[in-house]
């Protein structure tokens, strides 16, 4: 398990799609529907989302533990064609979107992140 962990820190993504997967045209469709190696960094592009709202700086969470809890909530999905980990990261996109748009109002803190 440990070594499916390290295999995903170690996956480098590009500023490019670091920079797609923050704005309202990233679609998920060129992961999903793509080889498996290319949806490995779903995962990756979930820590960008995270970090980028500076949950893991505040709440002290290491990009490994973060890594362990994706991979595990991934393992537990279902193989169903809708509600399934494709779906929990397209969703997980959509409310950092929203969040990023309400962010400077002051109406969130940390836990509400």
């Not at 993504?13 to 779903?42: C, F, M, N």
């Not at 169903?80 to 400077?104: C, R, S």
């Amino acid at each position: 398990e440990e070594q499916v962990v390290d295999t995903h820190l170690a996956l480098c993504v590009s500023p490019e799609e670091r920079a797609a997967v923050r704005q309202r045209t990233w679609d998920i469709h060129k992961y999903k529907d793509g080889p498996e190696a290319k949806r490995r960094y779903l995962i990756p592009l979930l820590e960008e989302l995270f970090a980028d709202l500076g949950i893991l700086t505040e709440c002290r969470i290491s990009r490994r533990l973060l890594y362990r809890f994706l991979l595990q909530t991934r393992r537990r999905y279902r193989s169903i064609p809708y509600h399934n980990f494709f779906h929990a990261v397209d969703v997980t996109q959509t409310v950092y979107l929203m969040i990023k748009a309400i962010e400077g109002t002051g109406i969130l803190n940390t836990v509400d992140k």
